[in-house]
């Protein structure tokens, strides 16, 4: 079998390296190697120092695709352009016609701003300076991308650091001659995934081996993503017959816990069941503080679907608001499975919605007992033809565990909408 070209992603930034930012990058530039059937070696983080950015460069320079983001600025700390050439062995010049172009961006930044030019021009010739033999492909603001082939028929690419620069950026990289012939030799795999909800990871895979487990020309993953367990397919040209032998006897024993084989989020999932049934959406909430409602709205053209949503957090405002009794809250307290059926009857009614869903719990730090502890989590979804609720005990930070009922209470809901009455799914 034939090797795919090896992708190396180097990721700029000391900020990074502090932990101040998470990278975004590179996992973003893995996926698309992994895509165009080039195979993802490893991420480097290195921050800005210039010792340990030309010895990250250095060791992958002569990979097949080395792909770099960041230190691209004007700065005395964005040193990359500097960095890739010392470790190519080659030198830098200053490209005129980028310089132009930087100049242009940069005589307009200098007049709104009501500055003299003299105070960006050093920071242009900066940024028009490029490794020998590079090849601009665009501008993010004044940072420049590039690609430079190396030594070995390989390509460099390098983009600005910010994510939507760099995504904007990356057809044009992807488009170049240098990274085209690269891709000749590219093989993109099948790619397919099974989504778990339920299933403990452990269990999924126990199922993975004994249905045989991966191998000749199947790569199976297995991950806990958005409290969801995924396994995720790489199939090698020749290999699908393998692949849905194994995926067939994964599922078999699981069956009554998965809901995808797509990568769409389960919010999309709820809305588009939604949509099938004709039903409109509105959630009740409490302790998530309107994340049930942000995740449905996330996707675009929810507004169809979702009527809106209440957040009370108060006995007031869910009497006031949701109509919640208040002998319900007084015999049996803001978190409890009465409160929880109470915010959603008065969450469909109130807003006139088919559909509706309702989170009540304690978040913590603070705020629980022995009776009722942190992380306990009442839900509740309700349709036209009636309810269902759930109770959990969710281990974890104050953050964990908003997310995790967040989750939980979209999962409830599609639930409803799929009318499936198995409570473990």
């Known amino acids: 079998m034939n090797v795919r070209p090896r992708a190396v ?6 900020e990074l390296v502090r932990g101040e930012r998470t990278d975004l990058n590179g996992p973003f530039l893995a996926r698309e190697a992994l895509t165009l059937g080039l195979e993802p070696a490893r991420i480097v983080v290195v921050g800005d120092d210039p010792a340990e950015l030309e010895a990250a460069l ?31 062995g080659i030198g830098v010049h200053v490209d005129p ?84 012939r690269v891709l000749v030799r590219a093989r993109p795999p099948g790619r397919r995934v099974v989504r778990f909800y339920g299933a403990s990871e452990s269990a999924v895979a126990q199922a993975l081996a004994a249905a045989g487990g991966d191998g000749n020309g199947v790569e199976a993953t297995i991950c806990a993503r958005d409290f969801e367990i995924h396994v995720d397919f790489i199939v090698e040209p020749g290999a699908e017959n393998r692949a849905d032998e194994l995926e067939a006897a994964l599922v078999a024993p699981l069956e009554r816990y998965l ?39 996330d996707i675009p053209g929810a507004s169809d ?45 109130r807003l006139g919605a088919d559909a509706a869903v309702a ?37 974890g930070d104050r953050d964990a565990i908003r997310k995790r009922a967040t989750a939980m209470g979209l999962h409830l809901l599609r639930r409803l909408l799929s009318q499936n009455r198995d409570d473990s799914v």
């Not at 990568?263 to 409109?280: D, K």
């Not at 979702?306 to 307290?333: D, I, M």
């Not at 306990?376 to 281990?395: K, N, S």
């Open 259 to 297: 809901f995808a084989r797509d990568e769409r989020p389960v919010s999309e999932h709820v809305l588009a069941l939604a949509r099938s049934r004709g039903w409109t959406l509105a959630t009740a909430e409490s302790c998530t503080g309107g994340l049930v409602a942000v995740r449905l709205t």
């Open 9 to 14: 992603v180097v990721v700029t930034g000391s």
């Open 305 to 349: 679907v979702v009527l809106g949503g209440v957040v009370a957090y108060s006995n007031e405002l869910k009497q006031s608001e949701l109509g919640v009794p208040a002998e319900v809250l007084e015999r049996h307290g803001a978190v409890s499975a009465e409160t929880a059926e109470a915010m959603v009857h008065g969450a469909r009614e």
């Open 97 to 180: 016609a980028l310089e132009a172009e930087i100049e242009g961006v940069s005589r307009a930044i200098a007049q709104r701003l009501n500055r003299p030019y003299t105070d960006f021009q050093p920071g242009v010739t900066k940024q028009a300076t490029l490794p020998d033999g590079a090849e601009p492909v665009g501008l993010a603001g004044t940072a420049p991308a590039f690609v430079l082939r190396n030594g070995n028929g390989g390509v460099v690419v390098v983009l600005p650091g910010p994510p939507p620069e760099l995504r904007r950026l990356w057809p044009n990289a992807v488009q170049s001659e240098p990274f085209r």
């Open 359 to 395: 989170v009540t719990g304690i978040a913590g730090p603070g705020g629980g007992t022995p009776e009722k502890p942190v992380g306990l989590v009442y839900l509740h979804a309700e349709g036209p033809d009636g309810g269902r609720g759930q109770e959990f005990t969710i281990p």
């Open 58 to 88: 250095r060791e992958n320079v002569d990979a097949d695709a080395l792909l770099v983001s960041g230190g691209l600025g004007p700065t005395h700390d964005d040193r990359t352009v500097e960095m890739i050439a010392r470790a190519a």
